[in-house]
């Protein structure tokens, strides 16, 4: 995500700065700062700060989020620790995107879409496809499957705004994806009405199941290098139905006539970001 850090930085958002070893916040503290996103430096996450036990669970470099787990716990799960001097970080609430919305418009919709471009262009090599379908409750717990329920809830006011979004009906068993339509690769996918499931397919056609979408999912932005094709496929279930098509004009629209929605649909990429990777790219034991 070093382009969305670029571009953050080209706008001169001023973020929080901190010293190396300094606590970003503790493991039980309370606070609503928000998503992070480390704007330079790095941030190192603990479980534990006692110097017998002090493991790093994982390091978030420059031009990456961190702290996802802020959007479903007030209390913070792990110590957040900075590793050098001068690093500084944003955090995404909503109250910075409105302002920053208030400010321009068309930088946050630039930066909404550099979120979708930031999940593609991925090295097949170390994307794997689940032992099972994913299931969000298993992965993450309930709390975090409602408050995505929440989230995609909210994303659904999109409908108030199909005249200007393109959408499309999607046939009983059809393929979403479009294999000859070039500027597919530039769409990112909302459910709208209906179900969809996405199958991972390997050399020998065998399809597996991996998710099944409810309505207002995000979906297909997940391709490999090169942007020649998607990771997943993707199938109407159970009758057909309706998605919205989204595409960076289309998000800087949404972000001037309707904020909260704009922010949501952040927030909903920011989780997909959590989830994909939690189950679909391997980590270094695999």
């Known amino acids: 995500m070093i382009q969305i850090a670029d571009f953050l930085r080209e706008k001169d958002i001023q973020g929080y700065h901190y010293n190396k070893n300094e606590l970003i916040y503790s493991k039980g503290e309370k606070g609503k700062l928000g998503v992070g996103f480390v704007l330079k430096g790095s941030v190192t996450f603990y479980a534990n700060m006692d110097s017998e036990e002090k493991n790093p669970i994982i390091v978030y470099p420059s031009g990456n989020f961190f702290g996802y787990h802020t959007l479903i716990f007030e209390t913070r799960l792990e110590y957040a620790v900075v590793e050098e001097d001068d690093t500084i970080v944003i955090f995404l609430s909503l109250k910075d995107f409105q302002d920053w919305l208030k400010s321009s418009p068309v930088e946050i919709g630039k930066l909404l879409n550099l979120l979708i471009l930031s999940l593609r262009n991925l090295d097949e090599s170390i994307l794997k496809s689940p032992e099972k379908p994913l299931d969000i409750s298993e992965l993450f717990g309930e709390e975090v499957d409602k408050t995505l329920t929440k989230i995609r809830k909210e994303n659904l006011k999109i409908t108030e705004h199909l005249n200007t979004v393109r959408s499309r009906t999607v046939l009983n068993k059809e393929n979403v994806f479009l294999p000859d339509d070039e500027k597919d690769s530039h769409f990112v996918y909302l459910l709208i009405e209906g179900e969809i499931e996405q199958y991972r397919i390997d050399d020998n056609q065998f399809m597996t199941e ?77």
């Open 210 to 286: 991996v998710i099944h979408l409810r309505p207002g999912a995000l979906f297909g932005f997940l391709r490999i290098k090169n942007m020649s094709r998607h990771f997943l496929t993707a199938k109407a279930i159970n009758g057909s139905a309706k998605i919205a098509i989204l595409d960076s004009d289309i998000l800087i629209r949404l972000s001037r006539v309707d904020f909260t929605l704009a922010y949501n649909i952040l927030l909903n990429l920011i989780l997909t970001v959590l989830l994909i990777q939690k189950s679909l790219i391997k980590n270094e034991s695999t």
